[in-house]
């Protein structure tokens, strides 16, 4: 039996009540497998979902939803080393959701 994680859609709610993503440029922190981003990827521009676990990284590439795959980065990395990697590159928003768990 498959487990549910949050099948009442209250972590999406949330999200939605707390930022603004249309349109925008998000870097989602801690992705982990994916399960959250693949809720708010249609409304953001582009997304850059980093994680620094590489199964997680591995099971997030493999069950990207097909209408979002074109506006969703997935990357195994840290935040330390993806912020000094990439220098002045700017986000409109931030997300960290279970990455200080």
Not at 11 to 31: I, P
Not at 40 to 55: F, G, K, L, M, Q
Not at 66 to 88: K, N, P, W, Y
Request: proline content about 3%; hydrophobic content about 45%.
């Amino acid at each position: 039996m498959a487990i549910r994680v949050d099948p009442e859609g209250n972590e999406t709610r949330a999200l939605f009540e707390l930022a603004r993503l249309d349109g925008h440029q998000v870097l989602e922190v801690g992705c982990g497998d994916g399960r959250l981003t693949w809720r708010y990827a249609s409304h953001a521009a582009h997304v850059t979902a980093i994680d620094p676990h590489e199964d997680s990284v591995i099971r997030a590439k493999a069950s990207v939803p097909e209408d979002v795959r074109s506006r969703v980065e997935i990357m195994l990395a840290d935040f330390e080393d993806f912020a000094a990697s990439r220098g002045a590159s700017t986000f409109d928003t931030v997300i960290l959701s279970w990455s200080l768990c």
